[in-house]
């Protein structure tokens, strides 16, 4: 029965050890939540790190059973792995880099990023130790990059879904850390990768194809010809606990007790891990500069601040806990009165209730993050205010920013911002309230936990089943087999083959894709055979054809169609077009020439091709969009067919098409196979045209009309050596 196994660093899990006794309690956060209804059916589990050193093989033995009971395994990890792996590379290299703070809290230490690697690479070998082909498998969070390549080597069919809890820098970020290329190339191990934001994919997406040798559909990845789906999935919580917390008796009696404390106060609630990507100490600015730019406000409204302990063994954080700490200190001497204390500040966690009692008692919740990847906080916020009042004021830098766009939302480096953020959400009427929480509350509700878990879940089963309709669709194996033994049987052949990304892989220069010897003689064996007629049918200029391929026994057919000739024969020229319409677009696509370096036009006869090949990464894409664009309504009225292809985007009379092209040639013969190779957008016409019995190849892992697929030039010309050796081993068998 197949199984799903999830991974984190850190178990779902609380582990005392009072009185010689381990005594465990399961954690309340949100993700243990979600995916509880997931580890722990079955055969499934959960995989991670205790969370403190176990080094005693009895005391790792008693650990076990007891985890084993709540379906989790555990991987144990020595002092100086957890100081390498977690504490070093993951919290000195990841977590700042990621968070935008590359230049004053990254340090890149080779030792550091070696036990990264062990790490992993520990985790791989306990997943191993449960995992078996099917079953599906969950990688959670930044300490894991490296995981899911480490499983697919392992497993090459396994599902394998990553998610990123933090945020995914911009390309500028990432690019510095200097193993970028192993953290990529470890992520795209999965079938699918998850991000919070739209934003996180698009960065993820751009490192990726800037760094690795991999090319990018929309949303999708070829690399080592599988499809990698990157996706965003926005996490939630559980709002259902949220929403009825308030209504318990215990955290009612805490709300009235937080009542009466502050019964002539308006409270601002801000809670946080102590985090520098959090925005604690300029959240304190701004209240600070409220009580000095409004005094009206001194002792009308106090900030309840608690701040979570964590990683307080790293001296920055120790820093920033002191500077926290003497930021209070100055506010609160400065502007405390007999009865009234600015800022309620607490260095701990709390129970659950104390926070559910806080969430419902307080009028704003300042939630002003630099950096985060999505920020739970405000959505246990939202939740929690069932009589629907109550402001949040929110960071644009918050994943949850995208969501809850009825906050106030702020720039965290505006302290102005902020302080003027407080005074609207203090002044705010209670209609306009009630109509930004309700909203914000229908969202939180819908998108909760389980919804997401659900999603990722199901994304992640459908990527599986595309990858699978690919495998089939592929030209291997029988389907490989079936295609090769009708061709050996068949008399009267005609063989479609496109060249540029067909035949040949592109080349920055357009003119270097010439043919190689291996090509020519694989083209010169598919042609003696008197079976068949081979069709080299290409966007190519008929010049440029005839200087390769005049001496030999093929078909050509050049610019899409417009020209074509038979061997020993002269060119023709389709009739009728005209090319007048040049006059017009020739210096409309100079002007992006002009301003596009590296790009170029390319003139056919009733062709105009913009090449952007050698022009910057992105620019170009950006460029050709804005071409297509302003060509757009011209093409239209001209009757003229816009073709945007491989770094290239070419405009040409609409009356000229491979499709057309080819049904004049399947038209006058009594041909009894039919094939056709082709990678663009060109060749669909072909594909299209074409009777239902011919086979039809796609090259590369576009959707496409073809009816199989192979993955590049190489395994075209592999495959056309098998049906060209098909024959003579046919003839030699009769
Ligand atoms: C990472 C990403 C992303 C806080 N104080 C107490 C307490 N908490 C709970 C909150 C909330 C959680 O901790 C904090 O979650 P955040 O989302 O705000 O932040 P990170 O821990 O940094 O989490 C973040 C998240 O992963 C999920 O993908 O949103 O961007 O950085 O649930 O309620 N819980 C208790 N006592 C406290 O005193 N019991």
Same mark, same amino acid.
């Given at each position: 029965?197949?199984?799903?196994?999830?991974?984190?660093?850190?178990?779902?899990?609380?582990i005392?050890?009072?009185?010689?006794?381990?005594?465990?309690?399961?954690?309340?956060?949100?993700?243990?939540?979600g995916?509880?209804?997931?580890?722990?059916?079955?055969?499934?589990?959960?995989? $991670?790190?205790?969370?403190?050193?176990?080094?005693?093989?009895?005391?790792?033995h008693?650990?076990?059973?007891?985890?084993?009971?709540l379906?989790?395994?555990?991987v144990?990890?020595?002092?100086?792995e957890?100081?390498?792996?977690?504490?070093?590379?993951?919290?000195?290299?990841?977590?700042?880099?990621?968070?935008?703070?590359?230049?004053?809290?990254?340090?890149?230490?080779?030792s550091?990023?070696?036990?990264?690697?062990?790490?992993?690479?520990?985790?791989?070998?306990?997943?191993?130790?449960?995992?078996?082909?099917?079953?599906?498998?969950?990688?959670?969070?930044?300490?894991?990059?490296?995981?899911?390549?480490?499983? #697919?080597?392992?497993?090459?069919?396994?599902?394998?879904?990553?998610?990123?809890?933090i945020?995914?820098?911009?390309?500028?970020?990432?690019r510095?850390?200097?193993w970028?290329?192993?953290?990529?190339?470890?992520?795209? $191990?999965?079938?699918?990768?998850?991000?919070?934001?739209?934003?996180?994919?698009?960065?993820?997406?751009?490192?990726?194809?800037?760094?690795?040798?991999?090319?990018s559909?929309?949303?999708?990845?070829?690399?080592?010809?599988?499809?990698?789906?990157?996706?965003?999935?926005?996490?939630?919580?559980?709002?259902?606990?949220?929403?009825?917390?308030?209504?318990? !008796?215990?955290?009612?009696?805490?709300?009235?007790?937080?009542?009466?404390?502050?019964?002539?106060?308006?409270?601002?609630?801000?809670?946080?891990?102590?985090?520098?990507?959090?925005g604690?100490?300029?959240?304190?600015?701004?209240?600070?500069?409220?009580?000095?730019?409004?005094?009206?406000?001194?002792? !009308?409204?106090?900030?309840?601040?608690?701040v979570?302990?964590?990683?307080?063994?790293?001296?920055?954080?120790q820093?920033?806990?002191?500077?926290?700490?003497? &930021?209070?200190?100055s506010?609160?001497?400065?502007?405390?009165?007999?009865?009234?204390?600015?800022?309620?500040y607490?260095? #701990?966690?709390?129970?659950?209730?104390?926070?559910?009692?806080?969430?419902?008692?307080?009028?704003?919740?300042?939630?002003?993050?630099?950096?985060?990847?999505?920020?739970?906080v405000?959505?246990?916020y939202?939740?929690?205010?069932?009589?629907?009042?109550?402001?949040?004021?929110?960071?644009?830098?918050?994943g949850?920013?995208?969501?809850?766009?009825?906050a106030?939302?702020?720039?965290?480096?505006?302290?102005?911002?902020?302080?003027r953020?407080?005074?609207?959400a203090?002044?705010?009427?209670?209609?306009?309230?009630?109509?930004?929480?309700?909203?914000?509350?229908? *969202?939180?509700?819908?998108?909760?936990i389980?919804h997401w878990v659900?999603?990722?879940?199901?994304?992640?089963?459908?990527v599986?089943? *595309?990858?699978?309709?690919?495998?089939t669709?592929?030209?291997?194996?029988?389907?490989?087999?079936?295609?090769?033994?009708?061709?050996?049987?068949?008399?009267?052949?005609?063989?479609?083959?496109?060249?540029?990304?067909?035949?040949?892989?592109?080349?920055?220069?357009?003119?270097?894709?010439?043919?190689?010897?291996?090509?020519?003689s694989?083209?010169?064996?598919?042609?003696?055979?008197p079976?068949n007629?081979?069709?080299?049918?290409?966007?190519? &200029?008929?010049?440029? *054809?005839s200087?390769?391929?005049?001496d030999?026994?093929?078909?050509?057919?050049?610019?899409?169609?417009?020209?074509?000739?038979?061997?020993?024969? #002269?060119?023709?020229?389709?009739q009728?077009?005209s090319?007048?319409?040049?006059?017009d677009?020739?210096?409309?696509?100079?002007?992006?020439?002009?301003?596009?370096?590296?790009?170029?036009?390319?003139?056919?006869?009733?062709s105009?091709?913009?090449?952007?090949?050698?022009a910057?990464?992105?620019?170009?894409?950006?460029?050709?969009?804005?071409?297509?664009?302003n060509?757009?309504?011209?093409?239209?009225? &001209?009757?003229?067919?816009?073709?945007?292809?491989?770094?290239?985007?070419?405009?040409?009379?609409?009356e000229?098409?491979?499709g057309?092209?080819?049904?004049?040639?399947?038209?006058?013969?009594?041909?009894?196979?039919?094939m056709a190779f082709?990678?663009?957008?060109?060749?669909?016409?072909?594909?299209?045209?074409?009777?239902?019995?011919?086979?039809?190849?796609k090259?590369?892992?576009?959707?496409?009309?073809?009816?199989?697929?192979?993955?590049?030039?190489a395994?075209v010309? #592999?495959f056309l050596?098998?049906?060209?050796?098909?024959?003579?081993?046919?003839?030699?068998?009769?």
């Open positions: 029965m197949p199984k799903t196994i999830i991974i984190s660093n850190r178990l779902p899990v609380k005392n050890k009072s009185n010689n006794e381990y005594q465990l309690s399961p954690s309340e956060g949100g993700l243990a939540t995916l509880g209804s997931i580890y722990k059916e079955g055969d499934n589990v959960w995989i $991670g790190w205790p969370g403190f050193e176990v080094e005693d093989e009895k005391d790792q008693t650990i076990n059973k007891k985890l084993h009971e379906s989790l395994l555990p144990y990890l020595t002092q100086q957890i100081s390498e792996y977690y504490e070093g590379f993951s919290n000195e290299v990841l977590w700042p880099v990621f968070h935008y703070y590359a230049s004053s809290y990254a340090s890149y230490s080779q550091n990023w070696d036990f990264y690697k062990l790490v992993n690479e520990k985790f791989r070998d306990a997943v191993l130790k449960v995992a078996e082909p099917g079953d599906t498998i969950w990688i959670h969070d930044y300490q894991l990059l490296l995981l899911p390549a480490l499983l #697919r080597n392992a497993l090459p069919d396994v599902s394998i879904g990553f998610f990123l809890h945020p995914f820098p911009s390309h500028e970020m990432f510095l850390i200097p970028r290329s192993e953290l990529l190339e470890g992520m795209l $191990g999965a079938d699918l990768i998850g991000f919070h934001t739209f934003d996180d994919v698009r960065h993820f997406l751009s490192a990726v194809t800037r760094v690795l040798p991999v090319t559909s929309a949303n999708i990845i070829s690399s080592n010809d599988r499809s990698i789906v990157v996706e965003s999935f926005p996490m939630g919580i559980d709002e259902h606990k949220y929403a009825t917390l308030p209504k318990q !008796k215990d955290v009612i009696d805490q709300i009235k007790q937080i009542k009466e404390s502050f019964k002539h106060t308006r409270l601002v609630l801000s809670i946080d891990r102590l985090d520098y990507s959090k604690i100490l300029q959240r304190l600015e701004a209240f600070e500069l409220l009580l000095k730019l409004h005094p009206e406000y001194i002792n !009308k409204i106090a900030l309840y601040m608690i979570v302990p964590s990683r307080d063994n790293v001296p920055q954080y820093h920033l806990h002191d500077e926290i700490d003497k &930021k209070v200190g506010i609160n001497a400065i502007y405390r009165t007999m009865d009234w204390t600015p800022v309620h607490y260095y #701990r966690s709390f129970p659950i209730e104390t926070l559910s009692a806080l969430y419902y008692s307080a009028d704003v919740c300042l939630v002003t993050p630099m950096r985060d990847g999505m920020n739970l405000s959505k246990e939202v939740a929690s205010r069932i009589n629907n009042d109550g402001v949040l004021i929110l960071s644009e830098m918050a949850a920013s995208k969501e809850l766009i009825d106030i939302i702020v720039n965290p480096n505006n302290i102005g911002e902020i302080c953020a407080i005074i609207q203090l002044n705010m009427p209670l209609a306009e309230q009630q109509s930004r929480m309700q909203q914000m509350r229908q *969202l939180v509700s819908k998108f909760n389980t659900k999603i990722f879940m199901e994304r992640l089963k459908e599986k089943t *595309l990858q699978r309709s690919m495998q669709r592929h030209v291997s194996g029988s389907t490989g087999q079936s295609i090769i033994n009708r061709y050996a049987k068949t008399k009267k052949r005609l063989i479609f083959l496109d060249y540029d990304g067909t035949l040949v892989a592109f080349k920055a220069n357009v003119a270097d894709a010439s043919p190689d010897t291996e090509l020519y694989l083209l010169d064996q598919l042609a003696e055979d079976a007629q081979v069709v080299l049918i290409s966007g190519r &200029k008929h010049e440029n *054809l200087n390769w391929f005049d030999r026994n093929i078909y050509l057919i050049a610019e899409h169609g417009a020209w074509h000739k038979q061997q020993n024969t #002269r060119w023709h020229k389709i009728g077009l090319d007048h319409w040049k006059l677009i020739y210096p409309i696509m100079e002007t992006y020439v002009d301003r596009t370096p590296g790009s170029f036009i390319e003139e056919k006869t009733y105009l091709a913009w090449h952007y090949r050698k910057q990464k992105g620019l170009g894409e950006l460029r050709a969009n804005e071409l297509m664009n060509l757009k309504y011209q093409a239209n009225d &001209k009757g003229l067919q816009l073709l945007p292809g491989d770094k290239v985007l070419e405009i040409k009379n609409m000229i098409n491979k057309k092209a080819a049904l004049t040639l399947t038209a006058n013969g009594d041909y009894d196979f039919i082709g990678d663009d957008y060109t060749d669909e016409d072909l594909f299209k045209a074409l009777p239902d019995s011919a086979i039809t190849i090259v590369g892992s576009n959707i496409s009309a073809a009816k199989f697929y192979l993955r590049n030039p395994e010309r #592999r050596f098998d049906l060209t050796e098909s024959t003579v081993l046919h003839d030699k068998s009769i």
